[in-house]
Nanobody
Framework: QLHLVESGGGLVQPGGSLSLSCVSTGPYTLDTYAIGWFRQAPGKEREGLGCISRSDSTADDYADSVKGRFTISRDNGKKTVYLQMNSLKSEDTGIYYC????????????????????WGQGTQVTVSS
């Protein structure tokens, strides 16, 4: 069982930035997994944002809604995956989750929840003035 914990959420003004972290705890570590980031806005379905394969330092695959604004990176030595969010908008508000995929690489279906085996509990991000 892989345990993932997200942190770094909070309240930020529109146009601001925030950095989230996803760490693995316990005896198993995330360095062998592809990791995805998702979010769920109030009243909406969970949305896949991007994915980083186990051997990459930064991600190449992002949803159109965040492309150019969000960056996923990882430091396997620190057992941590990051989500850097810039130019935040009110519609970025939601609970943000990281998840470990069944594979070590991101598939073409990286935005689909079914591709992921382990999930964190989420961290709240609120973008508001």
């Amino acid at each position: 069982q892989l345990h993932l914990v997200e942190s770094g959420g909070g309240l930020v003004q529109p146009g601001g930035s925030l950095s989230l972290s996803c760490v693995s705890t316990g005896p198993y570590t995330l360095d062998t997994y592809a990791i995805g980031w998702f979010r769920q806005a109030p009243g909406k379905e969970r949305e896949g944002l991007g994915c980083i394969s186990r051997s990459d330092s930064t991600a190449d695959d992002y949803a159109d809604s965040v492309k150019g604004r969000f960056t996923i990176s990882r430091d396997n030595g620190k057992k941590t995956v990051y989500l850097q969010m810039n130019s935040l908008k009110s519609e970025d508000t939601g609970i943000y989750y990281c998840a470990a995929a069944f594979r070590g690489y991101c598939s073409a279906l990286y935005v689909e929840q079914i591709e992921y085996r382990y999930w964190g509990q989420g961290t709240q991000v609120t973008v508001s003035s």
